[in-house]
């Protein structure tokens, strides 16, 4: 019995030291396999935020140094830049910009008014006023107009005036932008001199064959009646500073138009003058009239300027007049 019972005690000694050699066992591996998961978890927690950084080529990350160093780029990079340079471009810009927004074009109803107009005040002057005379008359002019206009633009057209309001807008612009060019559109140019000069070693009284020119371009048909070195008077019909045309006979066919296609109440044209003269023509007047000028006029009863060869007492008053009437010209059709 005493051996049955000392068995038994190093049976139940030994079942013991075993059942704890396996409790620690497993305890061990369990710890070693969270170990791995934690491992393996964080190495796709690393791979997962590398693809992420390729994949956001902005997700850049900069030491201190090369931020200073960028920083310092672009406060020399900014200091070089041509700031004075810059501004008088822009500066340049606005202006140019102005200018084009300025520009206006009158229309013709404005610019006849306004011919007519200056035609009617330049009659006041002496008759021999010089340029610099028929200049500032023009000036003043332009300054009276500029101060109607703004009055009608102020009253908004309420003033009795014999523009409309929209015409006054108009008119301030073009006068405020440029004047000369203004001037030029409803036919006044003031030349800053104007001599024509001409070589005449004829002997005095003979005209030799000047006066059997042929005038260039197309010949004239018959109906335009044309007579070289002529100047018939008229009233305008349609101005010649700003109505060119390339030849006689383009001049005479215009006067024929015009007659036709003017209204009951308009004057026709009967009579055509023609400046075929490529270095302008004559007339006592303060204009430059110059090669292709075309003048549609009209007349009751067409009466001669002058034919031929301007007089001798007329040369004595206008220095500049050459020999020869340079002018061509024509009457078609009845009054």
Known sequence: MARGGGEWGIHKAVRGKWACSYKKTTLIVCCINIVIALYVLRSLYA????????????????????????????????????????????????ELSDELSVGVELPESLKLKLTNEIIDKLKTLPPKANVSEQRDFAERWCTEKLEQSKQVVHERGTLNSSISLEEAVMLVKALESDRTQMLEDIGLWIPSEVVNNEHDDKPEGELGDELDEILPGRPLPPECHAELHTDYDGAAVRWGL??????????????????????????????????????????????????????????????????????????????????????????????
């Open 242 to 335: 700003n109505h060119h045309k390339e030849s006689a006979a383009d001049c005479c066919q215009a006067c024929l138009v015009q007659a036709k296609r003017a209204k009951p109440n308009e004057k026709k044209c009967n009579v055509w003058v023609y400046c075929p003269a490529e270095n302008g023509c004559h007339s006592p007047d303060i204009y430059e009239h110059r090669l292709g000028e075309c003048w549609l006029k009209f007349a009751e009863t067409p009466k001669l300027n002058f034919k031929d060869k301007y007089p001798e007492s007329y040369r004595r008053s206008h220095p500049s007049a050459p020999v020869i009437v340079p002018w061509a010209s024509g009457i078609v059709g009845a009054a």
């Open 47 to 94: 791979s997962l935020y590398i693809y992420s950084d390729r994949d956001s080529p902005l997700a850049v990350e900069y030491t201190p140094d090369q931020i200073r160093k960028m920083e310092e780029s672009v406060r020399i990079r900014k200091s070089a830049e041509p700031v004075e340079l810059i501004r008088l471009v822009k500066q340049l810009k606005k």
